[in-house]
C-alpha cells in the first residue's frame, strides 16, 4: 500500500498531479471521515424518511379530516419550498430556540449539533415524498385483499401493517428507490451548516491543499460510486422483495 | 412521479377519487385554498413572535412586521441599482431551463441516434449529470471555470451569476434528456414506419413528425423538473450569488435579533411556495387532463 | 366460543328478520327474512344483482345493513356496540376472487389470521395450517405463491385459510364463478366435504346441480326479497312462482 501511495506522491513531483487527500495519511483520514459521515447521514435520512412516509400514509387514510389536513399540510409544504432554505430553517432559527444541555465538561451546548439537524430536516424533506409515494401504492392494493382481511378479523391496523403495506411497498418500489436515490445526493447540502460530510471536508481540503481539480474528480467518482451503490442494494432489495408470479 | 393504475378503489376509508376527465380537477380550485391556508399559518406564527417579543423586552425595537415589510423589497429584488434576490432567484431559474431544455433536447436525440458511439457518449454524459448532486456540480462550475473568457480579442466576462445558472443548467439537461428519450420511444413504431414510407429523413422524422407528438407527453414532468429547479436556486448563495437567501441571511446579520429568525426565514419559504405551489398544482391537472387523452 | 347468553344450538344459528340494505338510492334488499340452523347447507340462487352476495356482506358485517336484524348465535350484528372480531372468529367466507394474499405462501396465508388475530403459538398454528391443507388436498404445495396456483387450487387455500379461524359457519361468496369448468369440480368436492362433516353452510351460488345435491334448502332470490324458497326435490321440481321457474328454465 505504502509504494501505492509513493506512487502517486511520484505523480504530484513529476507531473503535478496533485492527489495529496489519497497519500498524506492525515488528509486521507480526514476525506474518509467526510465520506463516512456522508454514508452514515444518507442511511440514517433513508430510514427516517422511509418511517415518515409510512406514518404519513397511515395516517391520511385517517378518518379525522384535521388530521389529513395536516398530513397534506405538511406535504405540499416541504415539496414546494426548497430544501436548502428548510435546512437553514431548521438549523438557524429552530436550532436555539431548543434547550442547551451541559456536557461533560460543563459548557453548555446546543441540545442538537449540525449533523442531527441535517437528519431532521432531509429525513422530514424526503419524507414528504415518501408519504405521497407510499399512498399510491396503497392505492394500487385491490380492495377485495383488504375485504378479505376484514373478513378475517384483522382490525385496522393489522390490515395496514399485515397486507397493505407489504404490497403497496412492491408496487411503489420503483419511485421509492428514485427518492431515496436523489435523498443520498441531496445530503451534499449538509455543507451549508458545517456538517463535516465529504463535500464539507474536500472543500477544506481544497482550499489548504490548492487541487481543486482533482479533488473535484475524487468527489464526483465518490458521489457516482456511492449513488451507484445505492442503486445496486435497492435492486437487490426489489429482487429480494420479488413474489413470484405477482406483479410486473 | 409514476402513477400506478390499480383498481379504482384504495384501502380503507378513503375520500372519494376526482372525477376523471377536465371537468372534474382544475387547478383553479385547490390553489387559492392552501396558499391561503400557508399565508394564514405563516401571520399567526409572525404575529405569535410578534407578541411574545413584546413582552420580552418591551424596548424601542421595531416590532416583527415592520422589520419585515422593510426588508421585503430589498429580498425581492436585492440592492438598488443592483440585480438580485429573489428576482434573480427567478431570473436563474428561467434561463437554466432554457439552456437545460435545449441541450437536453439534443443529447436526449443522442441517446437515440444511430451512431453506437454517439449513443453511447449521449448515454454516459446522460448519466454523469444525473447521478451527481447539484451541489457538487455547482462547486465544479464554479470554480473551474474563469471569471472571463477571451473570444477574438474581445474580453467577456463570466459573473457568478451566470456561471451559476450554467452550473445548475447542467443536470436539468441530463434529466429532460431522459424525459425526451422516454416520451419518443413511447411513440409507436408504426408513426416512424410511416414517415419513412413518405420518403422523410430520419431527421425530418424526428423533429417534424415524432417530437410535436411528444411534446404534451414531455410538459408536465419538464415542469416538475422547472419546479425542482426553482428550488434548487437558493444553493447559488452558498457559491456567493446575491440572492434571495443570501440577502435573508445579510437582513439577519444587520438586524442581529434573534426573534427575527423564524419570521424571516419562514418569509423566504413564503416566497418560494407562492410561486411552486401553484406550478406543481398546473402540473398535476396537465398529467391528468393529457392521461384522460392519451 | 362465547356465545349470547340464552342461545342455544337447537335455535337457528343464523336469524336475518326483515333486513333492509340500499347503496345510494339503489335498494339491494327489500325486506329479507329467514333462518339457518346449525348444520345446514342453505343455497341462495338468482339472477346477478338480486342482492345476494350483499347479504352475505351484511352477516359477516362487511357491510353494515340500514334495517332489520341479523342474529348469529343470537348475537344481534346489526349492533354498534358489536365485538367484530368475535363475529368474524365464528363466520369464515370465500370470495369469488379468492383474494388471496399475494406476498404470502399458501401455507402462510392460512396461518397469518391464526397468529396474528388470534395470537396462537405459531408450531400449533402450523400444525394446524398444514392439516388444513391437506384437507383442501394441497399436499406439497405449501410453499407455493397465489401467483403461481391456478383459480381452482387458490380457492382451495382460501377456503383453508378461513377454516383456520375454526369457524362455526362458513360464508361462499359465487366461489366457483370465476374459475375454469375443470377445476371447479375439485373446490366443489371441498365444500361437500365441509358440509358431510356438519359445517353450517351458506353458499350464493349458480352451480344448481350442486345446490340440488348437498343442499339442505334453496332461497330463490329477486330484486332483494326471497321469492321462493324450499327443500331442493321440491324446489326444482315444482317450482311455483313465474320468476323462478323463468330462472331456473334459463339456468338449467
Given at each position: 500500500?505504502?509504494?501505492?501511495?509513493?506512487?502517486?506522491?511520484?505523480?504530484?513531483?513529476?507531473?503535478?498531479?496533485?492527489?495529496?487527500?489519497?497519500?498524506?495519511?492525515?488528509?486521507?483520514?480526514?476525506?474518509?471521515?467526510?465520506?463516512?459521515?456522508?454514508?452514515?447521514?444518507?442511511?440514517?435520512?433513508?430510514?427516517?424518511?422511509?418511517?415518515?412516509?409510512?406514518?404519513?400514509?397511515?395516517?391520511?387514510?385517517?378518518?379525522?379530516?384535521?388530521?389529513?389536513?395536516?398530513?397534506?399540510?405538511?406535504?405540499?409544504?416541504?415539496?414546494?419550498?426548497?430544501?436548502?432554505?428548510?435546512?437553514?430553517?431548521?438549523?438557524?432559527?429552530?436550532?436555539?430556540?431548543?434547550?442547551?444541555?451541559?456536557?461533560?465538561h460543563?459548557?453548555a451546548?446546543?441540545?442538537?449539533?449540525?449533523?442531527?439537524?441535517?437528519?431532521?430536516?432531509?429525513?422530514?424533506?424526503?419524507?414528504?415524498?415518501?408519504?405521497?409515494?407510499?399512498?399510491?401504492?396503497?392505492?394500487?392494493?385491490?380492495?377485495?385483499?383488504?375485504?378479505?382481511?376484514?373478513?378475517?378479523?384483522?382490525?385496522r391496523?393489522?390490515?395496514?401493517?399485515?397486507?397493505?403495506?407489504?404490497?403497496?411497498?412492491?408496487?411503489?418500489?420503483?419511485?421509492?428507490?428514485?427518492?431515496?436515490?436523489?435523498?443520498?445526493?441531496?445530503?451534499?447540502?449538509a455543507?451549508?451548516?458545517?456538517?463535516?460530510?465529504?463535500?464539507?471536508?474536500?472543500?477544506q481540503?481544497?482550499?489548504?491543499?490548492?487541487?481543486?481539480?482533482?479533488?473535484?474528480?475524487?468527489?464526483?467518482?465518490?458521489?457516482?460510486?456511492?449513488?451507484?451503490?445505492?442503486?445496486?442494494?435497492?435492486?437487490?432489495v426489489?429482487?429480494?422483495?420479488?413474489?413470484?408470479?405477482?406483479?410486473? | 412521479?409514476?402513477?400506478?393504475?390499480?383498481d379504482?378503489?384504495?384501502?380503507?376509508?378513503?375520500?372519494?377519487?376526482?372525477?376523471?376527465?377536465?371537468?372534474?380537477?382544475?387547478?383553479?380550485?385547490?390553489?387559492?385554498?392552501?396558499?391561503?391556508?400557508?399565508?394564514?399559518?405563516?401571520?399567526?406564527?409572525?404575529?405569535?413572535g410578534?407578541?411574545?417579543?413584546?413582552?420580552?423586552?418591551?424596548?424601542?425595537?421595531?416590532?416583527?412586521?415592520?422589520?419585515?415589510?422593510?426588508?421585503?423589497?430589498?429580498?425581492?429584488?436585492?440592492?438598488?441599482?443592483?440585480f438580485?434576490?429573489?428576482?434573480?432567484?427567478?431570473?436563474?431559474?428561467?434561463?437554466?431551463?432554457?439552456?437545460?431544455?435545449?441541450?437536453?433536447?439534443?443529447?436526449?436525440?443522442?441517446?437515440?441516434?444511430?451512431?453506437?458511439?454517439?449513443?453511447?457518449?449521449?448515454?454516459?454524459?446522460?448519466?454523469?449529470?444525473?447521478?451527481?448532486p447539484?451541489?457538487?456540480?455547482?462547486?465544479?462550475?464554479?470554480?473551474?471555470?474563469?471569471?472571463?473568457?477571451?473570444?477574438?480579442?474581445?474580453?467577456?466576462?463570466?459573473?457568478?451569476?451566470?456561471?451559476?445558472?450554467?452550473?445548475?443548467?447542467?443536470?436539468?439537461?441530463?434529466n429532460?434528456?431522459?424525459?425526451?428519450?422516454?416520451?419518443?420511444?413511447?411513440?409507436?413504431?408504426?408513426?416512424?414506419?410511416?414517415?419513412?414510407?413518405?420518403?422523410?429523413?430520419?431527421?425530418?422524422?424526428?423533429?417534424?413528425?415524432?417530437?410535436?407528438?411528444?411534446?404534451?407527453?414531455?410538459?408536465p414532468?419538464?415542469?416538475?423538473?422547472?419546479?425542482?429547479?426553482?428550488?434548487?436556486?437558493?444553493?447559488?448563495?452558498?457559491?456567493?450569488?446575491?440572492?434571495?437567501?443570501?440577502?435573508?441571511?445579510?437582513?439577519?446579520?444587520?438586524?442581529?435579533?434573534?426573534?427575527?429568525?423564524?419570521?424571516?426565514?419562514?418569509?423566504?419559504?413564503?416566497?418560494?411556495?407562492?410561486?411552486?405551489?401553484?406550478?406543481?398544482?398546473?402540473?398535476?391537472?396537465?398529467?391528468?387532463?393529457?392521461?384522460?387523452?392519451? | 366460543?362465547?356465545?349470547a347468553?340464552?342461545?342455544?344450538?337447537?335455535?337457528?344459528?343464523?336469524?336475518?328478520?326483515?333486513?333492509?340494505?340500499?347503496?345510494?338510492?339503489?335498494?339491494?334488499?327489500?325486506?329479507?327474512?329467514?333462518?339457518?340452523?346449525?348444520?345446514?347447507?342453505?343455497?341462495v340462487?338468482?339472477p346477478?344483482?338480486s342482492?345476494?352476495?350483499?347479504?352475505?356482506?351484511?352477516?359477516?358485517?362487511?357491510?353494515?345493513?340500514?334495517?332489520?336484524?341479523?342474529?348469529?348465535?343470537?348475537?344481534?350484528?346489526?349492533?354498534?356496540?358489536?365485538?367484530?372480531?368475535?363475529?368474524?372468529?365464528?363466520?369464515?367466507m370465500?370470495?369469488?376472487?379468492?383474494?388471496?394474499?399475494?406476498?404470502?405462501?399458501?401455507?402462510d396465508n392460512?396461518?397469518?389470521?391464526?397468529?396474528?388475530?388470534?395470537?396462537?403459538?405459531?408450531?400449533?398454528?402450523?400444525?394446524?395450517?398444514?392439516?388444513?391443507i391437506?384437507?383442501?388436498?394441497?399436499?406439497?404445495?405449501?410453499?407455493a405463491?397465489?401467483?403461481?396456483?391456478?383459480?381452482?387450487?387458490?380457492?382451495?387455500?382460501?377456503?383453508?385459510?378461513?377454516?383456520?379461524?375454526?369457524?362455526d359457519?362458513?360464508?361462499?361468496?359465487?366461489?366457483?364463478?370465476?374459475?375454469?369448468?375443470?377445476?371447479?369440480?375439485?373446490?366443489?368436492?371441498?365444500?361437500?366435504?365441509?358440509?358431510?362433516?356438519?359445517?353450517?353452510?351458506?353458499?350464493?351460488?349458480?352451480?344448481?346441480?350442486?345446490?340440488?345435491?348437498?343442499?339442505?334448502?334453496?332461497?330463490?332470490?329477486?330484486?332483494?326479497?326471497?321469492?321462493?324458497?324450499?327443500?331442493?326435490?321440491s324446489?326444482?321440481?315444482?317450482?311455483?312462482?313465474?320468476?323462478?321457474?323463468?330462472?331456473?328454465?334459463?339456468?338449467?
Open positions: 500500500m505504502d509504494s501505492f501511495w509513493e506512487l502517486l506522491r511520484g505523480l504530484h513531483d513529476s507531473y503535478g498531479i496533485n492527489l495529496v487527500h489519497f497519500y498524506d495519511g492525515f488528509e486521507r483520514g480526514r476525506l474518509l471521515r467526510g465520506m463516512w459521515t456522508t454514508v452514515k447521514l444518507a442511511v440514517i435520512c433513508i430510514v427516517l424518511s422511509v418511517v415518515i412516509g409510512m406514518i404519513g400514509a397511515w395516517l391520511q387514510g385517517s378518518r379525522l379530516k384535521l388530521l389529513k389536513a395536516l398530513v397534506q399540510g405538511y406535504i405540499q409544504f416541504f415539496r414546494n419550498t426548497p430544501p436548502l432554505v428548510q435546512m437553514y430553517f431548521f438549523y438557524f432559527a429552530l436550532g436555539p430556540q431548543m434547550p442547551r444541555i451541559v456536557n461533560e460543563g459548557i451546548q446546543p441540545m442538537l449539533g449540525s449533523f442531527e439537524w441535517a437528519v431532521l430536516s432531509l429525513s422530514f424533506f424526503a419524507g414528504a415524498f415518501n408519504v405521497e409515494i407510499f399512498r399510491s401504492g396503497i392505492e394500487a392494493v385491490q380492495k377485495s385483499t383488504v375485504e378479505a382481511a376484514d373478513s378475517l378479523g384483522f382490525n391496523l393489522q390490515i395496514y401493517w399485515y397486507v397493505v403495506l407489504p404490497l403497496a411497498i412492491r408496487f411503489c418500489l420503483p419511485a421509492l428507490n428514485n427518492n431515496l436515490v436523489n435523498l443520498a445526493k441531496t445530503t451534499t447540502q455543507y451549508a451548516i458545517a456538517v463535516p460530510e465529504t463535500l464539507f471536508v474536500a472543500s481540503i481544497w482550499s489548504d491543499r490548492i487541487n481543486v481539480f482533482e479533488m473535484m474528480i475524487t468527489l464526483l467518482t465518490f458521489y457516482l460510486l456511492l449513488v451507484g451503490m445505492f442503486v445496486w442494494i435497492m435492486a437487490r426489489e429482487r429480494a422483495l420479488h413474489v413470484p408470479g405477482f406483479g410486473r | 412521479m409514476r402513477r400506478y393504475q390499480g379504482a378503489s384504495c384501502a380503507g376509508p378513503a375520500e372519494p377519487a376526482p372525477p376523471a376527465g377536465e371537468s372534474g380537477y382544475t387547478a383553479a380550485n385547490f390553489t387559492p385554498r392552501a396558499l391561503a391556508i400557508v399565508l394564514g399559518v405563516f401571520c399567526v406564527v409572525v404575529l405569535a410578534e407578541a411574545l417579543a413584546q413582552m420580552r423586552s418591551g424596548g424601542p425595537s421595531r416590532s416583527i412586521v415592520a422589520t419585515l415589510v422593510a426588508w421585503t423589497p430589498l429580498i425581492l429584488f436585492g440592492p438598488p441599482r443592483e438580485g434576490g429573489f428576482a434573480l432567484n427567478i431570473a436563474v431559474s428561467f434561463l437554466a431551463m432554457a439552456i437545460g431544455t435545449v441541450a437536453g433536447l439534443f443529447l436526449g436525440i443522442g441517446q437515440i441516434s444511430l451512431s453506437p458511439a454517439v449513443r453511447k457518449v449521449s448515454w454516459a454524459i446522460t448519466q454523469f449529470f444525473r447521478n451527481s447539484w451541489l457538487v456540480l455547482l462547486f465544479f462550475v464554479m470554480l473551474l471555470t474563469p471569471f472571463q473568457i477571451k473570444i477574438a480579442g474581445y474580453t467577456i466576462p463570466l459573473p457568478a451569476w451566470l456561471k451559476a445558472t450554467f452550473g445548475l443548467s447542467l443536470p436539468v439537461m441530463a429532460f434528456a431522459e424525459i425526451v428519450r422516454g416520451s419518443i420511444n413511447s411513440i409507436p413504431t408504426s408513426q416512424w414506419e410511416s414517415a419513412e414510407s413518405l420518403a422523410f429523413t430520419r431527421m425530418q422524422t424526428i423533429w417534424r413528425i415524432i417530437l410535436p407528438q411528444c411534446v404534451k407527453r414531455m410538459t414532468p419538464w415542469m416538475n423538473w422547472y419546479a425542482i429547479l426553482t428550488m434548487a436556486t437558493p444553493l447559488i448563495s452558498i457559491v456567493g450569488v446575491n440572492d434571495a437567501m443570501t440577502l435573508t441571511q445579510d437582513a439577519l446579520a444587520a438586524e442581529q435579533r434573534s426573534e427575527l429568525l423564524m419570521p424571516m426565514y419562514g418569509l423566504l419559504l413564503v416566497f418560494f411556495f407562492v410561486y411552486c405551489y401553484p406550478i406543481a398544482r398546473w402540473t398535476i391537472y396537465l398529467e391528468r387532463k393529457f392521461a384522460v387523452r392519451s | 366460543m362465547t356465545v347468553a340464552g342461545w342455544t344450538p337447537d335455535q337457528p344459528i343464523i336469524r336475518i328478520v326483515d333486513v333492509h340494505k340500499s347503496f345510494g338510492t339503489n335498494a339491494v334488499l327489500k325486506g329479507v327474512t329467514f333462518d339457518v340452523a346449525k348444520g345446514e347447507v342453505v343455497c340462487i338468482g346477478s344483482g342482492g345476494k352476495s350483499t347479504l352475505l356482506r351484511c352477516i359477516n358485517a362487511l357491510v353494515p345493513i340500514d334495517k332489520g336484524s341479523i342474529k348469529v348465535e343470537g348475537r344481534e350484528v346489526h349492533d354498534p356496540a358489536l365485538d367484530k372480531l368475535e363475529l368474524r372468529k365464528k363466520v369464515g370465500v370470495f369469488q376472487s379468492y383474494n388471496l394474499f399475494p406476498h404470502k405462501t399458501a401455507l392460512v396461518m397469518m389470521a391464526p397468529l396474528h388475530v388470534l395470537k396462537r403459538g405459531k408450531d400449533e398454528v402450523e400444525a394446524q395450517a398444514r392439516q388444513l391437506k384437507k383442501v388436498r394441497l399436499e406439497g404445495k405449501e410453499a405463491y397465489p401467483g403461481e396456483l391456478s383459480g381452482g387450487q387458490q380457492q382451495r387455500v382460501a377456503i383453508a385459510r378461513s377454516l383456520a379461524m375454526n369457524p359457519i362458513m360464508l361462499f361468496d359465487e366461489v366457483t364463478a370465476a374459475l375454469d369448468p375443470e377445476t371447479v369440480k375439485e373446490v366443489l368436492l371441498t365444500i361437500r366435504e365441509l358440509a358431510e362433516d356438519g359445517m353450517t353452510c351458506m353458499l350464493v351460488t349458480h352451480e344448481m346441480g350442486f345446490a340440488r345435491e348437498v343442499g339442505d334448502h334453496i332461497y330463490f332470490t329477486d330484486r332483494g326479497v326471497i321469492v321462493e324458497h324450499g327443500p331442493p326435490e324446489f326444482f321440481k315444482s317450482a311455483s312462482d313465474p320468476r323462478t321457474r323463468q330462472f331456473l328454465s334459463q339456468i338449467l
